[in-house]
C-alpha cells in the first residue's frame, strides 16, 4: 500500500509521544502501592537525584541523545530502556500505518501492539499483568469494533468472552492438574482484552501460538535442569496475539481452503 510520506512521520511523532507515556506505565504500574500507580500525578522525577525533568529534558529519543544518557542535573546514567522503548513503539506505530493505510485497522494495530508490549515487558520482569493495560485495551478494542457495525461489535464481544472463558478453564484444569495454580487472574484479562481485537477465532490462534513459543523456550530449559519455577506466560501470550493480529486473516483462509480440499 502506498502511504502519504506526511502520515509516515505523523504515526512515527505519535508514537514516540505514545512510547514514552508507555515508559511512564512500565515504571508505575509495576508498583505494590496503589498510590505510586496514577500515571499522571507526580511529574517525571529523575530515580537518582529526585529532580524534576523538564520539558525539554523530556522529548522522547532527543533529550536522551543530547544528554547523552546521563540526568542534567546530577549526571548520573539514565537507563537507555527510555529511548528504545520509544523508537520501538515509533517503529511499530510506522510498521502500522504502511501495512494498513490511514484505517481503523491501522489504530487497532497500533494500540493492541503499544499494549501487548508494555504488557510483555510488565510480566517478564515482574510476573504481574496490570488491570489497566487489561481494561483499558479492552474498552478501546470493544469501542474500535463498534466501527465496524454491530456484526463487528458481537464479533468483539465474542471474542473477549471466548479469551476469558478459555484461560478460565485452562486455569482451572491447570490448577486440578498440578495442584497449583497455572493461570494468574492477569492472564485470564489479558485474553479478554486480545479478544475484543482479534475475535474467537483469533483467541485460538493466539493461545495455540503462545503455547508454542512458550514451549520453544521453556522446553530447552526444562531439559537442561533449568527449570523456572514462575512463567511468565503474558509474554508469550502477547507473541502469539501479534501473530494473530497480522496472519490470523491469512491463516483462517488457509484453513478453511485446507478444510475445503480435504
Ligand atoms: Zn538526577
Not at 499522571?40 to 522529548?59: A, E, K, L, M, Y
Not at 484505517?103 to 504488557?119: D, K, W
Amino acid at each position: 500500500m502506498v502511504v502519504d510520506p506526511i502520515l509516515l512521520v505523523g504515526a512515527g511523532l505519535l508514537g514516540l509521544c505514545v512510547g514514552s507515556f508507555l515508559n511512564v506505565c512500565i515504571l508505575r504500574l509495576a508498583k505494590e502501592d496503589k498510590k505510586q500507580r496514577s500515571l499522571f500525578h507526580p511529574p517525571s522525577t529523575c530515580p537518582r537525584c529526585g529532580r524534576r525533568i523538564g520539558w525539554r529534558d523530556n522529548v522522547p529519543v532527543v533529550s536522551w541523545l543530547v544528554l547523552r544518557g546521563r540526568c542534567r542535573s546530577c549526571g548520573q546514567p539514565i537507563s537507555m530502556q527510555y529511548p528504545i522503548i520509544e523508537a520501538v513503539v515509533a517503529v511499530l506505530w510506522i510498521a502500522a500505518v504502511l501495512a494498513y493505510g490511514p484505517t481503523v485497522r491501522f489504530v487497532e494495530a497500533a494500540v493492541l501492539g503499544t499494549i501487548l508490549l508494555g504488557i510483555a515487558i510488565t510480566d517478564a520482569r515482574h510476573y504481574l499483568i496490570p488491570d489497566e493495560y487489561n481494561w483499558t485495551g479492552l474498552v478501546l478494542g470493544l469501542g474500535l469494533s463498534l466501527t465496524a457495525g454491530v456484526p463487528g461489535f458481537i464479533e468483539g464481544v465474542l471474542g473477549a468472552a471466548t479469551g476469558f472463558a478459555l484461560l478460565y478453564a485452562v486455569g482451572l484444569v491447570g490448577g486440578w492438574v498440578f495442584k497449583e495454580e497455572a493461570m494468574g487472574g492477569g492472564d485470564i484479562k489479558m485474553m479478554a482484552m486480545v479478544g475484543a481485537f482479534v475475535g474467537w477465532k483469533g483467541v485460538l490462534l493466539t493461545v495455540f501460538a503462545g503455547a508454542l513459543f512458550g514451549s520453544l523456550v521453556y522446553v530447552p530449559l526444562l531439559v537442561l535442569g533449568k527449570r523456572k519455577r514462575h512463567v511468565p506466560f503474558g509474554v508469550f501470550l502477547a507473541m502469539g496475539a501479534a501473530v494473530a493480529f497480522v496472519f490470523g486473516p491469512a491463516i483462517y483462509d488457509w484453513y478453511r481452503r485446507f478444510l475445503g480440499a480435504a
